[in-house]
Structure formats: C-alpha cells, structure tokens
C-alpha cells in the first residue's frame, strides 16, 4: 500500500482549469497583435465594396475598386505616420495623454479633411512628369496605381522601422517611378525633382533653427531671469500671440481652400489680426494663471499647456486638409479616368474618395499611430510644454515662411526637423554652461565615454529617421517602376 495519498479530483480539475485560462490568455495576447490588422483590412474591403456599389458594372469597375482598396490602404499609413507629428510632443511633454491625442487628432484631421480639403487634386504630383509624355488613359491608370500601391508600401515600412517620413515625397517618389517605367527617363522634370531634394535639407534645417531660436528666447528672457513670474508675464502672451497669428495665417492659406480662397497677403493681415487679439486675452490670463507661482522653470511649463493642445489640433486640422490628397490623389486621378476615359493634369475629389481618406487617416491613426506618437515625441530627446511648443510653433511659422519663399518643403521633415533642433540646442546649451562651470559638481567631472553617453539627443534614431529620409524618394520610385512593370504584365 502506497504511503501518498492520491490527489482529490477536485485539485486534478483546477490544475486542468488553470491550464486552459493560460492557453486562453496566450490566445488573447497572440490575437491583440492580430485586431490591428483586421482592423485595417476590414476597412480597405468596405472602400472596395463602395467603388463597387458605386461603379456597378461600367467599364473598368475593376480596376476602380482595387484603387478605393489601396487609397484605403495609403490612407491607414498616412494616418499611422504622418500625424505622429502634430501630436508627438504634446504627448511627450505629458501635455496630452495618449488616448486624448489620438482622440483630438482623429476628430481634427477628419474635419479638415471634410470641411476645408481642396476640391481638386494634382494628378502628376507636384508636376514632376509631363502630362504629355502618358500615352493614353489605360497606361495613366496603371501608372497610378502603381504610384499608390508603392508609397503605400513604403510608408508603411517606414512605419514598421519607426521613422516618420514625408507622405509627399512618398508619392512624388511613386508618381516618378512609374513616369519613368511608362514612358522613359525624358518624361520627368528633373529641375523640379531637384527642388524637391533641396527640401529634404532645406526643411529640417528651417524648422530646427526656428524651434531653437524660439527656445533660446525663452530661456534667455524668461527662465534665465530673477523674476521669472515678472517675465512671464510679459513675455508669454507674446509668444502666444506669435503662434496664434501663426496658425491664422497657416490655416487661410493651406487650411481653408474648400471654404475661402484667400491670397497671401490677406493671410497675413489675417495672421496679424488674431495675434493682436490674442495678445490682449492672453494678457490678464496670464496674470491670472501666474498668481501665487513659484519662482521657478518648473512652474512656468504649466503656462504652456493649453496653448500646446490647441496648436497641436491646428495642426491636425490643417494636415487633414491640406495632406488627404496625398492618401486620395493617385485614386481621384484613377477615378476620373476609368469614369470619363481620358487624363488630365487636375481633377476632382469625389465626395466618397475624401471620406476614404478622412476616416482612413483616422483608422491608422488609432490603430497604428501610438508607435510613431512615442517615437516622435518621447524617443528623440526628452520634450517638456515649453519645448513641445516651440516645435509646434517651428511648424507653423517655417510652412509659412517656405510658402512666401516658393521653397518646396515636407511639414514632416520640419516638425521632425524641429525636435532634432530642440535637442541639440540643449545640447549645446549644455556643453556651454559646464565649460562655465554652471552645471552640477557631479556633471562636471564626468568620463569622456560617460559624457558622450548623455547626449540629449539619440544619434541612433537621428541616423535611422535621416537614412529614411534620404532614400523615401528612390525607394518609392523603384518600387513603384517593378510594380508598373507587374501590372503591366498581367492586364
């Protein structure tokens, strides 16, 4: 007779039971990185089940409802990539939640993207190929679809590396390639193109020396003050009336060309109008906000908060509406001519294309957008609210400015670009003062190896974002040529 007693069935049951709630909770667990995905395929069947219940049986139905599938599919990257940029720092600077981010974003690219995105769209992206050279509208239909598949692709990719990239330069780098795959190197305008490369040195460059100008103000007349409250309240309603004439004089002319057409010097006065009437509501708030703070940088960051949140939804609103285009372009121009048979340089947005893209932005905004988000405003360098608003800031001021000087810029590589001078404006902030001898005992007398390991900005995701940057353009392009070629092939 054994001396172990056997296990009570009841035991042997809720070891079999724990078991199968660990099974279950594996299963859960694999199908949350699954949900995104469905998610996003569901959407790209329902615009294709659209532009079929639309299109019916006409000719060329077919070609129509694969291009709703994949504008849905470009949409869903835009909207995972390209907002991260008007939302990355309020987020990183604990202004804005996560969820609140996504929320605002979402609400506010879909509106602009509704209420104020252009009626018409360039079908040759920014004129880099000559309508001319296309041969008829059969080869000009396949040449967009292959411009949308590969800029969808490759934004997507980028996505999945973790590197915020221009959606135009995406689609101008798709538009080229499959110009060139349909009718020779001789179709693409190679001036333009190189106008377009300057932008990718040109943009960074614009809005990191803004943003960093901006801090340095700051710092200089406000943090680095004795009576740091006194200069507050002086200075920050100025600030606060610079963006807000910012962003009148960015959302009249990029913003609002469904609703108004207005001309740059009529955005100015615009701009000029609102900053006023925002220096003189800021001040009392000011004042209000201030009593009774601590003379101290830390207490000053809650000045910024609010302004930080409504400029991060201005952005939102302006991209949705000056940058659906980039998600719908190639399948407006798809749909024109499958629709009337022929091509033309401009055509309309049809009202069901614009909601694809508005709510597609929205999907891959909620669906994949938190990575970039994170990215953008948390991985770079470390952002607070009076950083994060002089990005935003950088933004508005530096489109502005490269619009009035014709220079053809990438509002991601600005935003991006303004993060990066931020960054190494503290850094070299820093590098100054303790050759000073104003930074911590301890800070001073670091190893050299030590030292460099600081850095306020991480060279590894600088390298990778600059790399990405450098190649979206040939990468989309010959992407976008293999995919012609493909199309081609089996038609």
């Excluded at 659209?50 to 949409?75: C, I, P």
């Excluded at 002086?234 to 004439?245: F, H, N, Q, R, S």
Aim: hydrophobic residues 55%; glycine residues 8%; positive net charge.
């Amino acid at each position: 007779m054994s001396d172990t007693n056997p296990k009570p069935r009841w035991q042997t049951l809720d070891s079999d039971l724990h078991r199968i709630s660990r099974v279950e909770t594996a299963n859960i667990h694999v199908a949350r990185h699954l949900l995104a995905p469905g998610v996003a395929l569901a959407f790209m069947a329902l615009a294709g089940l659209t532009a079929a219940v639309l299109f019916g049986r006409a000719d060329g139905s077919h070609v129509v409802v694969a291009a709703a599938a994949f504008g849905a599919y470009m949409a869903i990257n835009v909207g995972a990539n390209d907002v991260a940029n008007n939302m990355g720092p309020a987020v990183g600077a604990n202004v804005l939640t996560m969820g609140g981010a996504i929320v605002i974003a979402a609400i506010a690219e879909s509106a602009g993207a509704l209420l104020a995105g252009g009626d018409v769209v360039s079908t040759i992206s920014k004129g880099i190929v000559d309508p001319a050279s296309v041969q008829n509208s059969e080869v000009f239909i396949w040449a967009m679809m292959a411009a949308l598949i590969s800029s969808a692709m490759w934004v997507n990719l980028a996505t999945w590396i973790g590197a915020p990239v221009s959606t135009t330069h995406s689609v101008v780098g798709g538009v080229m390639g499959a110009g060139i795959a349909a009718a020779g190197l001789s179709a693409v305008s190679w001036g333009t193109m190189s106008a377009i490369a300057a932008s990718w040195v040109i943009s960074p460059m614009l809005g990191g020396a803004v943003a960093a100008a901006f801090l340095a103000l700051i710092k200089s007349k406000i943090q680095n003050q004795d009576d740091k409250i006194a200069a507050a309240r002086k200075w920050v309603p100025i600030l606060l009336a610079v963006m807000a004439g910012a962003f009148a004089t960015y959302l009249s002319v990029k913003g609002l060309q469904r609703i108004v057409h207005i001309d740059p010097k009529m955005a100015l006065l615009i701009g000029l109008g609102v900053g006023l009437l925002t220096w003189s509501v800021t001040v009392p708030w000011v004042k209000r906000r201030s009593e009774g703070m601590e003379n101290r940088t830390r207490s000053l960051k809650t000045l910024f908060g609010l302004p930080l949140v409504i400029s991060a939804t201005f952005l939102s609103f302006a991209h949705g509406a000056n940058d659906v285009a980039n998600a719908v372009g190639p399948l407006a121009a798809i749909v024109h001519a499958a629709e009337f048979g022929e091509f033309a340089a401009k055509v309309p947005i049809p009202l069901w294309v614009m909601i694809i893209g508005a709510f597609g932005i929205s999907f891959g905004l909620f669906l994949f957008g938190p990575r970039l988000i994170r990215m953008v405003g948390r991985q770079i360098t470390k952002l607070n609210p009076i950083r994060a608003f002089c990005v935003a800031l950088s933004a508005a001021i530096t489109v502005i400015l490269a619009s009035w000087l014709g220079l053809p810029v990438s509002s991601t590589h600005i935003a991006v670009g303004a993060v990066f001078g931020v960054g190494f404006y503290r850094e070299w902030d820093s590098e100054r003062r303790r050759k000073r001898g104003k930074l911590q005992r301890n800070a001073q007398h670091l190893a050299p190896e030590e030292y460099r390991r600081r850095k306020l900005v991480r060279r590894s995701h600088f390298m990778t974002i600059v790399a990405a940057w450098i190649v979206t353009v040939p990468a989309a392009a010959i992407m976008s040529a293999v995919i012609y070629w493909v199309l081609t092939a089996f038609a």
